[in-house]
Nanobody, 120 residues
């Protein structure tokens, strides 16, 4: 079994910064792609940023230049540095991690979600 634990969310004023972390633990042979999604009330869950195992990144247009995704493979951790936050960034943020298990199968797991609220 694999667990993803997110941290770093909270309330911040517009223009401020937050850093989200997501740690994967459990039956892990390797880690593949890692990503952050977000879901605002009444809206669908959308990709915010993705990072492949070889370092390729992609970002939603709305966060380009403000958010940075990174990873620490030794710690099975993915980060999301969020700068110049706007009220429209308010949402529940979820990490998504592709885990390679001991049978070489690739399975994606979701974190429990963490609230980010940006006040104007």
């Amino acid at each position: 079994q694999v667990q993803l634990v997110e941290s770093g969310g909270g309330l911040v004023q517009a223009g401020g910064s937050l850093r989200l972390s997501c740690v994967a633990s459990g039956s892990i042979f390797g880690i593949g792609a890692m990503a952050w999604y977000r879901q605002a009330p009444g809206k669908q869950r959308d990709l915010v940023a993705g990072l492949t195992s070889v370092g390729t990144t992609n970002y939603a247009d709305s966060v380009k230049g403000r958010f940075t995704i990174s990873r620490d493979n030794a710690k099975n951790t993915v980060y999301l540095q969020m700068n110049s936050l706007k009220p429209e960034d308010t949402a529940v943020y979820y990490c998504n991690v592709e885990v390679v298990n001991t049978n070489s199968a690739r399975v994606r797991y979701w974190g429990q979600g963490i609230q980010v609220t940006v006040s104007s």
